[in-house]
């Protein structure tokens, strides 16, 4: 076993540190390559910005997010051993909610659940209620072992002797039967889902399969809450405490069961299996028998089919203390929640550069200057870093607040073999833009760079200044949309995301998405912006597509879509955002809709004359009938 292929940390020296750091190299290493993670049952993964460390997961075949948090070392001789408490969090609407305590099930329906989530390690009194079992992580002295093992009940179980009744329309209601089960959480099951996806993580990064697994099962009990409020154990005959222990490496791991069987009763049932022997029959389509076979390559050469792989590059700009950082958490959030990866390049000017320490993401800074003007070839290399180490679903560069984007496009036309440049966003503070113009030439130039405006903090204006800003900003820049918003809150999923599942049949206006659990605002519905989807039922002549795409409006900000060309045959991928445009070889199945979704001000005239030109049939069939189509 070589741990040293993936993580050098000091585990004998550091052992307190050590251990969140091997686990963190895991769940990172495992889930920022796209293809591997979602192999693996990986579906999102999100670092807590609280203390102590912890982490919220989203996997394969649980609605609810996980999270799990590093409670300290355990003894174990000859072994350095970490204990980190497991949790559910269920999603408020999944059934799982109604077999939680009646106190964890309320707090479920709370508008804050979302975000006591993202902290929950801060937060004892919330965590407890939703905690499932414990995680122990052993690696022996030599680094020649490592043992994984879970610890939970099969299900947690209390009885409220005095029943409970709340009030209802002005009367008390009973909702728990005196002698009723207040909890009744399958905590095993639940848990052995995330175990499952976690040991196929280290038979991944370990290169090699489980040498030894142990299951033990020990009388358990059920909590009995009292009339006065005291609470109690008894022994519940038909439920068990179970252990689960994978070991790696060198098989010595009959020393270190002792330490996770707590002493005690006997167990009544007992597992025990070796290398070389059959695999037992109970575990034989686990996962983590053969994950070290996923490769973060796919099969199938891509590059040979004209599929371009190269992910976006988003340029984020903006004066100092326009919002940047806000929008980039609000847009982090929302990919991670998706099981995308978004790379993050930032500079700042000075030596240290204190937004990576705010973001709690993967950050490559550029720390010496500005990287738009004095650090020429830098942004390739960080680029390259970036690629090697990760697969990203998107990388944002976010320039300094003193920096000129204008300087940037030399470098970027270097990128395009690494990825395609896709957009330059610049946030602009509607409270004191109008003194940065009067002060700092950069900030004309950043506004005349972009080709989305994100107007933030529009909450602290009045409407005649308002006004006067959106003029002033369409003096400098009358080619790119202006969204006002507010805490830096964009709407990722219509100004970047257009999804490849959106349907035709999807309504014109789209309901606000939500992220953790808040509603966003719709602030791009008051801008004027709205989405509309085309179905394509028959192929369109490829002179006919590229002329319209030339004569777009710049009232049609974004496209996307999937469509069928003639003159010579092809299906590509169609993809438009702020006057530019590619078209790449796309194998869409053929009973897959071909449609193109287009963003904008889709009320403009320009906007309808060029749609109806476009999806027009040669017999001149008019606009309004393939709209209703399009439902």
Not at 119 to 134: K, Q, V
């Amino acid at each position: 076993m070589d741990l040293g292929s993936f993580y050098r940390g000091d585990l004998e020296g550091s052992p307190h540190s050590a251990l969140p750091e091997l686990l963190r190299a895991i769940l990172i290493r495992t889930n920022f390559t796209p293809l591997v993670r979602h192999a693996l049952g990986w579906r999102g993964l999100r670092q807590s910005s609280a203390e102590p460390e912890g982490w919220t997961a989203r996997i394969q075949r649980a609605e609810g997010v996980f999270g799990l948090c590093f409670d300290g070392l355990a003894p174990a001789p000859g072994w350095v051993r970490g204990r980190f408490s497991l949790h559910y969090f269920p999603d408020p609407k999944e059934a799982l909610v109604e077999r939680c305590a009646l106190e964890a099930a309320a707090l479920t329906q709370q508008p804050d659940y979302w975000r006591r989530i993202g902290g929950y390690p801060g937060d004892p009194d919330f965590t407890r209620l939703f905690t499932i079992g414990c995680l122990a992580l052993s690696v022996d002295s030599a680094g020649r072992s490592l043992g994984l093992c879970l610890e939970s009940l099969s299900a947690q179980q209390s009885i409220s002797e005095a029943g409970v009744c709340l009030p209802r329309d002005g009367r008390m209601v009973s909702v728990i039967a005196p002698g009723g089960v207040d909890q009744d959480f399958p905590a095993f099951a639940m848990a052995s889902l995330f175990f499952g996806v976690l040991a196929a993580s280290l038979t991944f990064n370990l290169g090699q399969a489980p040498a030894f697994l142990a299951e033990r099962r020990f009388s358990a009990t059920r909590l009995i809450m009292e009339k006065a409020g005291r609470t109690r154990e008894t022994e519940a005959k038909d439920l068990w405490r179970g252990t689960l222990l994978l070991g790696y490496g060198e098989d010595r791991f009959g020393d270190l069961e002792k330490y996770e069987n707590r002493p005690g009763p006997v167990a009544f049932h007992s597992l025990t299996w070796h290398r070389g022997e059959p695999l037992p029959e109970s575990y034989g389509d686990r996962l983590w028998w053969q994950a070290e076979r996923i490769t973060p390559s796919a099969t199938i050469d891509k590059t040979l089919l004209g599929i371009d792989e190269r992910p976006p590059l988003i340029v984020l700009t903006g004066f100092l203390g326009s919002g940047k950082t806000s929008f980039l958490q609000h847009f982090i959030e929302y990919q991670t929640q998706r099981s995308r990866f978004v790379a993050v390049i930032q500079n700042e000017i000075g030596e240290i550069g204190l937004d990576g320490q705010l973001l709690d993401y993967a950050v490559t800074e550029i720390d010496e200057g500005c990287v738009c003007c004095s650090l020429a070839g830098n942004l390739k290399r960080a680029v390259h870093g970036i690629m090697e180490r990760f697969s990203p679903d998107c990388i944002i560069l976010e320039t300094s607040g003193l920096a000129n984007p204008l300087n940037l496009l030399e470098e970027l036309g270097e990128l395009a073999d690494l990825v395609r440049f896709d957009i330059t966003v610049t946030v602009v503070d509607a409270l004191n833009v109008e003194s940065s113009l009067a002060d700092c030439a950069i900030v004309a130039d950043q506004i005349a760079a972009a080709d989305l405006l994100l107007l933030n903090k529009v909450d602290l204006v009045d409407n005649t200044r308002l006004r006067t800003v959106r003029q002033r900003l369409a003096a400098l820049n009358a080619r790119a949309p202006i969204v006002a918003v507010r805490h830096g809150d964009a709407n990722p999923a219509l100004l970047f995301d257009l999804p490849d599942g959106m349907k035709a049949s999807n309504p014109v206006n789209s309901p606000p998405r939500s992220i953790s659990g808040r509603i966003l605002h719709a602030d791009h519905a008051r801008d004027g912006f709205s989405a509309r989807s085309i179905l394509l039922p028959t192929p369109i002549s490829r002179t006919r597509f590229l002329q319209a795409i030339g004569d777009l409006p710049p009232s049609i900000f974004r496209a996307k879509g999937i469509v069928d060309l003639s003159d010579p045959p092809q299906t590509a991928l169609f993809q438009f955002v702020a006057g530019r445009h590619t078209l790449t070889p796309h194998p869409a199945p053929r009973d897959a809709q071909r449609f193109v979704t287009f963003i904008g001000r889709l009320d403009d005239p320009d906007s309808l004359r060029w749609v109806e030109f476009l999806f027009g049939s040669p017999e001149g069939r008019p606009f309004e009938e393939v709209e209703r189509r399009a439902g």
